[in-house]
């Protein structure tokens, strides 16, 4: 794992509809308008920012994870002229020694269903296995949540089984979680 590459310098990746860009505050407004419904965190365990003070003290937070090398949060970026931020991709829980990082992503509920999803995803695992040359990605799934399934499976992820009772989630208590992972050696770019 070249885990330094990622912590040198934010990584910026480009894809054809989308880019995985830092958060910044110009993104506040769009930031906001995904934390501000409860229904994109249905199955997430985050609970929604109904105050954008808040939520822009979030974005400073994303950034002092990232310099603590702890976590990153991208911003997905439509690339078109509205550069405009519909979602969230995040890595966190780098297991340096078994060579594995975790995956979450969530986005504005208007743009559901469009294959934003996927392709930030198919983004994130071409740069962790190209570049970071990460053997495992892994993400975990409340069983309730049949899109993230979907877009999981298509990008050639398996699912491996379920942890019931297993973690604590806020806003939700303790839930079962499914967990879905790639392995570098099953990755076809």
Not at 52 to 76: A, L
Request: charged letters at 25%; glycine letters at 6%.
């Amino acid at each position: 794992m070249s885990i330094d590459v990622l912590f040198e310098k934010f990584p910026i990746i480009n894809g054809d509809r989308i880019t995985l860009n830092k958060i910044e505050t110009t993104h506040l407004d769009d930031v906001f308008s995904i934390y501000d419904n409860d229904l994109v965190f249905e199955y997430c365990g985050i609970i929604p920012k109904h105050n954008k003070e808040t939520v822009k003290n979030m974005i400073g937070h994303f950034e002092r994870d990232y310099n603590k090398r702890s976590r990153v949060k991208w911003g997905i970026l439509l690339n078109d002229s509205s550069n405009k931020l519909v979602g969230i991709m995040e890595a966190f829980d780098f297991n340096q020694k078994v060579n594995m990082v975790t995956i979450g992503y969530f986005l504005e509920q208007s743009y559901w269903g469009r294959g934003i999803a996927s392709e930030a995803v198919r983004l994130l695992t071409s740069y962790f296995f190209e570049i970071i040359d990460i053997n495992r990605i892994q993400a975990e799934v409340m069983p309730g949540n049949d899109a993230s399934k979907r877009v999981l499976l298509k990008n050639g992820f398996s699912k491996e089984g379920t942890l019931r009772q297993a973690n604590i989630w806020s806003g939700k208590g303790i839930v079962d979680l499914e967990i879905y992972a790639i392995l570098k050696k099953d990755y076809k770019s």
